[in-house]
């Protein structure tokens, strides 16, 4: 698991500040040689975009079109999930587990 962060000038709304997180962070993965990368996140919009097969026409579809040109045996392999709210307020639970949450 890595982070990192990339500074988005005059981004318009939260789904395309999503997009371009996702995009940077499926980039990021290709420099660094992974060779199967997971996409996670909470926006149900990117998600369902990337995992559709057809082309984005959408405000955000260069961004998405962007995402999914960048071939797998460039990756590995690369997939998509969402999670829901209530699962990040478990798992923030989880790992704060023995220190100050009960499972």
């Known amino acids: 698991m890595v982070s990192c962060v990339y500074p988005v000038k005059n981004v318009r709304d939260p789904t395309t500040a999503k997009a371009y997180a996702c995009l940077q962070g499926v980039v990021f993965a290709e420099e660094m040689g992974f060779g199967e990368v997971i996409v996670e996140g909470d926006s149900m919009t990117i998600i369902k975009k990337l995992q559709s097969p057809k ?46 949450a009960t499972p």
């Open 55 to 100: 082309n984005d026409r959408s405000l955000i579809g260069v961004i998405i079109n962007e995402i999914k040109e960048k071939k797998p045996e460039d990756l590995g392999a690369l997939s998509f999930v969402t999670y829901h709210v209530e699962q990040t307020k478990w798992r923030t639970r989880w790992l704060h587990w023995g220190k100050d």
